[in-house]
């Protein structure tokens, strides 16, 4: 008993405030891509275009060059060009959107995840129960959806919880390519979640297949499950998971996301 | 190793494909069958189509006690009789090959789908019709009061899709059956690509949770096949990422394995430690997974000085913090009684079926790549191979813990000491009809990349066999016995990866 009393102690208060108080990360880290060209004006740059090795650069409408944040990898090959004309990743770890085309834009400055409307907020704002549905992935997003339950990131504080049945949830979180083998258990979950009922697709493979994306085995999300709330990243980290749930439930102050 | 005509292989040595003797079936059988008997394993068996009518059947065997490893082969029409009936390591890899090549092992006896895909590495003169994916027949166990219990493919908890089967007789379990493949992507075909960098990205997410250790053998077989040779420095660098890779999921599982006797305090403190190490590969990499570090012909990125400063006295701390917490888990009776004499796997069984990583060292087998067919830094900074003997789920924990141990001290050993070189050296071309092996052991055990050239140098077969493809099946031998209420324990003390088995 003293052991555990005293391992307690040592232990302390390891959860971060959040909003506002998130720990730095660190140098390296790849957040959200800007696409910036100071010679063709930005987001015309055909060599950017020509030089990502991802499908992160797509043609855009009037042959503008897009960025599609569903697509980017966040490898360190994605950033192209140089300083003044090319891709590059900033820290910054908030680019969860509402809609698929909210994700593609010509420079990577994302409009963020607006808040469900007053009548769902009511519902879901201060408890939401989520399952989760593997349909294809590699795992990568599961651990850090797991690694949101940990002691530092604490979901539960935010009444956000992951339930065993889908008819004890209000939603489910969609991570994977959508495959083959997947696509029919992941209907029948959809279906026993009672409405209303919202979806979270989590990670690259979700929203374009992700590395997997030429493989005959992807078949995407089906249109029969409308998606509430895109997250970029592969996978994204804890953090923009939590800042893309609480803004759904607008427990976050809207702001696009600034430059760096 | 005249003995049975294996082609001598190395640890990440790339042989031309005419030194592996093309023998007939029947001496093909009776080579790997012997083999086996007398103490190596299979590391793969695996079809390459050869021709428009016929499969080059491949055998990559491995000696750990003598370190050796070896290569045989023999070509097949549509039909050929099972290794199977006298070598039950072969049995998945058999239910591979027909899936994936479209051949019949005659004589298998428990010819099943393993992933339920369309065959995708037949001749192309055949025309196998495709299975409907739903149809899997399922062993059945009639008898008074025995009753079936299905679980999955969609999982209570945020875990992979699988399918598990219990047959039970009120509580007890007298069979599990494990249906997989819901996490299959098509990884194999889309390794074999030309775009390196592509190649290199469907690495690092065959399993989310080994990006290291497979991203490692990926390259490795690469470099094999242009002969390009690694800076002392980006091998040093490799080794650390490989240990932190370790010593986050062996801590999350202990976590886990806490959580699931119902200890919070293991659950909570060990769930924390986990991410410590995650964000040490993040300050390396900028992912905490490590993704972007490991490229063909070295490392992506350096450890500064300052960063070497910062890594070592964060790898100090966890080490100070993760030591009580340990001797807290290991130390409580009512977390010790939960996790004895829970599901057991025998030496025996291991040894004949060919379990690898924490798995097979928990029954005491000696058996770690690091350590039998060393490679990279492994050849300079020896771990010792920690093993247990009980093989529960406490003699899993047990070798985790002793891992982690040995995981901390090379780090800090490797950080202080951290060789120059540069970081990535020259990957060039590969050579023509070679075959390479390239082992790395990931945190759960045995990561073999084994990659054929053709006639141009491009890859003609990229296979991989994670460690939770030979041990699947030990955690349904681990089950029988126990009760249904102990298998999230039990599956947790093995923790596979649904998506590195799927492929």
Known sequence: MFKFIRTRIEQGMQTIAFPGGERELPERYRGRPLLECSNCGTARCPQAREDSPTALIRDGANGRAELDLGACLFAPEEA???????????????????????LRTTTGEVQLAKALDERTKRLFGRSLRLRSVVAGSCNGCEGELVALGNVVFD?????????????????????????????????????????????????????????????????????????????PGCPPHPLTILDGLLRLLGRMHERAASKD | MSDWSLAPLGNRRAISLGAVSVQAV??????????????????????????????????????????????????????????????????????ELAEQCGVTPEGHPWLKPVRRHATDQAPNAWLVPERTREEYPFHR????????????????????????????????????????????????????????????LVSESIAGDTVIAHASAFCGALEALARSHKSARAQSIRGIALELERLANHIGDLGAIAGDVAYQPGAAYFGRLRGECLNMLMTISGNRYGRGLVRPGGVAFDITPD?????????????????????????????????????????????????????????????????????????????????????????????????IQRSLEFVREQLAALPRGELRSACGSLRPNELVVALEEGWRGEVAHIVLTGDDGAVRRHKVVDPSFHNWEALALAMPGNQISDFPLCNKSFNLSYAGHDL
Not at chain 2, 53 to 64: E, K, M, S
Not at chain 2, 166 to 186: C, K, N, P, S, W
Not at chain 2, 349 to 363: D, E, K, N, Q, S
Request: hydrophobic share 45%.
């Open chain 1, 80 to 102: 192209v060009g140089s300083a003044s004309c090319g891709v590059r990743f900033t820290g910054d770890y908030r680019m969860a959107t509402t809609s698929a085309d909210a």
């Open chain 1, 155 to 231: 979901l539960a504080r935010f009444g956000v919880e992951f339930v065993a049945s889908p008819r004890h949830a209000d939603g489910i979180v969609l991570t994977g390519i959508v495959n083959r083998n997947m696509r029919q258990p992941l209907e029948a979950t959809y279906e026993a979640v009672p409405d209303p009922r919202l979806v979270i697709a989590v990670g690259a493979c979700a929203a374009s297949g992700g590395p997997f994306r030429d493989s005959p085995e992807v078949m995407g999300i089906p249109d029969s499950i409308p998606v509430d709330l895109w997250i």
């Open chain 2, 26 to 95: 029947a001496e093909f059988r009776s080579s790997v069958i012997g083999a086996i008997r007398v103490g190596w394993r299979i590391v793969a068996l695996f079809g390459v189509p050869e021709g428009a009518d016929h499969v080059l059947l491949i055998a990559v065997l491995a000696n750990d006690e003598r370190g050796s490893l070896g290569a045989l082969s023999t070509l097949v029409g549509n039909h050929y009789q099972a290794l199977t009936p006298e070598c039950a390591q072969a049995s998945l890899f058999e239910r």
């Open chain 2, 141 to 200: 166990i009639e008898g008074e009061e025995v009753h079936e219990v299905a679980v999955g493919p969609v999982h209570a908890g945020i875990i992979e899709p699988g399918h598990f089967r219990f047959h039970a007789h009120g509580e007890e379990v007298l069979f599990l059956e494990i249906m997989l493949g819901y996490q299959h992507r098509g990884v194999e075909r889309l390794l074999e690509t030309q775009d390196r960098l592509r190649g290199t």
């Open chain 2, 307 to 403: 960063m070497k400063t910062d890594i070592d006295r964060r790898v100090k701390r966890l080490e100070d913090e993760l030591q009580p917490v340990a001797e807290l888990f290991f130390g409580t009776a009512s977390v010790q009684s939960r996790l004895e004499d829970v599901g057991v796997v025998t030496r025996d069984a291991c040894l004949t079926r060919g379990f690898v990583g924490p798995v097979a060292r928990a029954c005491d087998v000696h058996r770690d790549v690091r350590f039998n067919h060393p490679y990279g830094v492994f050849r300079f900074a020896q771990i010792p191979v920690a093993t247990a003997w009980a093989g529960d789920v406490f003699a899993r924990a047990l070798v985790r813990w002793v891992e």
